[in-house]
């Protein structure tokens, strides 16, 4: 498992000024707030606290998740991440408040931002600021999510000789100071469970998500206490992608206009979702399987639950 625990990844997402932050506290700030997409606060609406927070991981379907969530008439969610409860802790909690779009009494808030689950101390504060939040946690296989990593990492890197073959990449190539478990799921939810009750806390599996989006929806839906809402209808398959678009003859639709970057001729997500992931020769393939796969069963031990990775890493 050497291979594993030396991998060094996220370089570009934290940078030095991240574990600053995190040992400071919060500071009294002016609310300064997001522009160019919330409509105004009115009568009936103003800006809340979030009621649930996505909290991991990245390269996981977290931005789907949060797209295809604010189909639902009864969520909002701020179009970029937020990251109080890491970079932006010393702003303060009004300043937090001012970035959530405006919602009516009967509408929660979901805010997302992937990396809050890598750090104790952010999951520390998120608790101090409300203990009754619910949590959501989107995993996926990790080879998989090893490939987005690396197709992220080397994405404007046009010369294929000036990078790192994805086997000489996984065995350690510097792509910063951070290193971290990148397919050690439990030890991170284990963390979460730790500080906040299992029935606060709902983990999905990305492949899921991309399959079978409905079912994943119906499934948060219950977990966030909402009425029923999503339809089969709200999303259609899209054979050029490979994956699961926004239907938009759909009456819910027009609801996620603004508050989801989508491409307006597909319906489909914007940003390195589809983009293209290195091959790995079978050799290596299964070198990754087996370093890997304690830790993928130390993960469907700790929440009982299993997903169908096993399909792909047999």
């Not at 977290?62 to 970029?80: G, K, Y």
């Not at 750090?119 to 608790?127: G, K, Q, V």
């Not at 990593?149 to 080397?154: G, L």
Request: charged fraction near 20%; include cysteine.
């Amino acid at each position: 498992m050497g291979l594993i625990l030396n991998l060094v990844l996220y370089g570009s997402y934290f940078p030095n000024t991240v574990r600053k932050t995190l040992s400071s506290g919060p500071r009294n700030a002016s609310a300064s707030r997001v522009t160019g997409f919330y409509e105004d606060e009115g009568k009936d609406k103003q800006r809340r606290f979030p009621h649930a927070l996505i909290i991991g991981f990245s390269k996981c379907g977290t931005t789907a998740l949060r797209a295809f969530l604010s189909l639902h008439p009864d969520i909002v969610s701020p179009l970029e991440e937020v990251r109080f409860f890491t970079l932006n802790y010393t702003k303060g909690l009004e300043w937090y408040r001012m970035q959530m779009p405006p919602s009516t009494e009967h509408q929660i808030t979901i805010e997302k931002t992937p990396f809050y689950i890598m750090y104790t101390e952010a999951l520390e504060r998120i608790r101090q600021f409300n203990s009754s939040i619910k949590l959501i946690i989107s995993v996926r296989d990790p080879i998989a999510r090893l490939q987005s990593q690396y197709a992220h990492t080397f994405r404007n890197v046009r010369d294929a000789s000036a990078k790192p073959t994805f086997r000489s990449w996984c065995h350690g190539e510097a792509a910063g100071e951070h290193v971290v478990r990148f397919v050690d799921y439990a030890t991170h939810i284990s963390t979460v469970y730790n500080l906040f009750p299992r029935d606060q806390v709902l983990v999905l599996s990305e492949e899921v998500l991309e399959t079978d989006p409905l079912s994943v929806m119906k499934e948060a839906e219950t977990f966030l206490g909402l009425r029923p809402s999503f339809s089969k209808h709200d999303f259609v398959f899209n054979q050029n992608k490979g994956f699961y678009c926004f239907n938009m003859t759909s009456p819910s639709y027009p609801k996620i206009i603004g508050s989801v970057k989508v491409n307006s001729d597909t319906g489909c997500i914007g940003g390195e979702k589809g983009r293209a992931h290195p091959e790995i020769d079978d050799e290596f393939f299964k070198h990754l399987v087996q370093a890997i796969r304690p830790y993928n069963e130390q993960l469907f031990q700790l929440i009982n639950k299993r997903f169908e990775w096993a399909n792909f890493i047999q």
